[in-house]
Each structure stands twice: as C-alpha cells, then as structure tokens.
C-alpha cells in the first residue's frame, strides 16, 4: 500500500509521524508532499521521504492521501482519508456546520477521535451519502502517553504552559503580557510559553522579551513533549487544551467561548483572579477531576497510543466494505480550480 501524507501547516508533522511509523511496520510505504509556502521543509527528518512536485505525486498513484487539514486536491489519486488537525472545541464564534463539522466534498472517510465527534460525522455521512466514518482515536495522541524524557528540573516547582489560538477575538495571549510578566517575577511557578504557529509577530515578540530563567518561549513543530511537562495550562478557546486534559492534567482557561458543556474547564474572566484559580487547580480537586474524566470518556476514551494503527485498520475496513458503494462527491469546481492554481497542475 501507498500512503501520501499531506501537508500543509508545520503542525502537520507530529500529527503525520506517528501515522508514518505504523505505515512502515506493516512493511508499507509512506511519503511526504509538502503543499504550499506555509510549512517549514527543514522540519523533514533525512531518512524521511518526500515529493518535490505534484506531478510525482500524481505519477505515484498513492492508494491513500492522509490529510491532517481541511482540503485535499481531487485530483490526487487514492482514498482521502480526514484525521483532523485538532478537537473540536465548539468556539461560540462560529456554528458546527462552519468549524468543526463542515463538510466541504473533499473526502472518502473521516477517522474520528470520540464518541463527540462521531455521532456527528455519522449524522451527516448518512445525510450526504458520500464519505465513509471510522472512530479511530487520534493519531496525534499517540506519543502523549509514551514516556518522555522531561526537560523540566525536578525541583518541586510547578511547570504552567501557556497556549493561545491566533484568532484575535478569542486570544488571551494580547491581553495577559503583563499578568504573566508579574507571576513570572514572582517566582511561584516556572512558565513554558507556546503559540499557534499563525500567532502575530508582535504577540510573540512580546512573550519571547519575557523570557528569563522562569519563563521559557517555545518554537516547535511538537507540542507533545510541553504537554507532558507541564502540570497546568493556562489557555483561551484553543484545541490544544484538549489534548492536555486527556493526560488527566487541568486547564484553567481565560474568557473561553466554548459553546455547550465547559464544566471540566476552570474559566475565569479577570486577569487578577488567575493566580487564585492556578493554585484551586494545581491542588486537583475531587470534584473538577470528575468532570475532567467524564469528558475524556466522551472525547478520546483511547489511552493505549495506538490509534494510527487503529486509522490504518479502518481504512483497510473501509476500503474491503465501503469504498466504491458511496455517492459521488461534489464537483465543487471553484475549490478544484484553486487547488490546482495553488500547485499549478492542469493535468488529468
């Protein structure tokens, strides 16, 4: 079997690795293409293979395109498989049908990470008809419950990761500069700092003239080994707080947007009642970690780093039972059109 990973953002990597690894266990093959001007190629490793163009792509007729983002040209031979490029966190700025759920033509099957989200790729693939759905887990996660080398001293002091989605409106990382700079001084905890990727350059450049010997900025394509060190985070509407509950771990969160159940998170509205709220959820209390394995259950009940080999087995499962007996997708020729600008291939 042929497996394409594609592309697009430097996130795609630690998302794409895990997949990569099981791929070559089973004695497949597994290849790189690397669309667009946003994803950094020097973060490829040198026993890694890629394509350097499309038409090699196309040329090499991959049986399976893994796609850790939104779209996928059509014209790329093979299954596109969806697996996602974070949780689903329901942000209040934007409904289920525009975010988390949208359904935009360009897939055969979708591995999802819970029972939260399946039930709603289930409702939709029997309402369009023309994509397949698989509860897999998430291939992400896998390395989260590895043992790791941990890089933070063992000394007795709490380690606190900040995370911020770029978007403006729900980002907190604009409006606690000077928040995380005073509990920085004070010393009570060591700070880890690590934003999206789109962050803008003058938010960054803020936290990076922070850093001192308590409080660490981060550039990495592998938040993995932050959320394993880290004992607390402090976040806003990101996705990335997920991943970092499911370690049984709390969040403290700051003007988060989240629509529906937010139970599991300890939210706060002002800058001067953080230190207060860090310190309730750093002592883990019976009652917040209740709510906190309740919602592991329904999001990513899978604890075992094993989900690539559980979306490699859906797509065999996919491919034997479902594949070929689906609705044809939507043409949707404008999105075709730029995706084939995007990489200049006008071939057939």
């Known amino acids: 079997m042929r497996y394409l990973l594609y592309a697009e953002q430097n996130y795609s990597y630690a998302i794409l690795r ?8 089973r004695g497949d093959e597994a290849v790189w293409f690397l669309a667009g001007n946003e994803i950094r190629h020097d973060y490829l490793h ?9 038409k090699e792509v196309v040329a090499w007729h991959p049986d399976v395109v893994l796609v850790p983002g939104n779209h996928v040209p059509k014209f790329i031979p093979g299954i596109k498989v969806g697996i996602f490029h974070g949780f689903n966190v329901a942000k209040s700025t ?20 819970g029972p939260n989200t399946t039930a709603g790729f289930e409702q939709r693939a029997a309402k369009y008809g023309f994509f397949g759905v698989r509860q897999t887990g998430w291939s992400a996660i896998d390395p989260l419950f590895q043992n790791l080398p941990s890089a933070v001293p063992d000394d007795g002091k709490k380690t606190i990761l900040l995370c911020s989605t770029f978007t403006k409106e729900l980002s907190c990382a604009p409006l606690l500069v000077d928040t995380i700079r005073q509990l920085r ?37 592998n938040v993995i080994p932050l ?13 990335v707080m997920t991943m970092f509950l499911l370690q049984r771990k709390p969040v403290v969160t700051f003007r988060n947007q989240t629509r529906g159940n937010t139970e599991h998170l300890l939210n706060v509205t002002e800058a001067d009642a953080l230190e207060q709220a860090i310190d309730y959820a750093l002592s883990c209390p019976d009652e917040l970690m209740a709510k906190i394995d309740a919602f592991i259950a ?10 690539s080999e559980r979306v490699l087995a859906a797509i065999d499962d996919f491919k034997q039972h479902q594949y070929g007996k689906l609705k044809s997708k939507p043409a949707n020729l404008i999105r075709s059109f730029k995706e084939r ?6 071939g057939f």
């Open 18 to 25: 895990p997949l990569q690894q099981a791929i070559l266990q």
């Open 227 to 239: 959320l394993q060190q880290a004992d607390l985070m402090l976040c806003d509407t990101s996705s």
């Open 46 to 54: 040198a026993d890694e293979r890629k394509f350097n163009s499309i």
């Open 94 to 113: 934007r409904p289920d049908d525009r975010g988390h759920f949208n359904i935009r033509g360009c897939f055969d099957l979708y591995c999802t990470q």
């Open 298 to 307: 329904d999001t990513h009940p899978y604890q075992d780093g094993k989900s």
């Open 341 to 346: 600008k995007k990489l200049g291939y006008w």
């Open 185 to 221: 001084d004070s010393g009570k905890w060591r700070w880890l700092v690590q934003f999206h990727p789109k962050m803008p350059q003058e938010v960054v450049d803020a936290y990076k003239a922070l850093q001192n010997d308590n409080l660490t900025f981060v550039e990495t394509d």
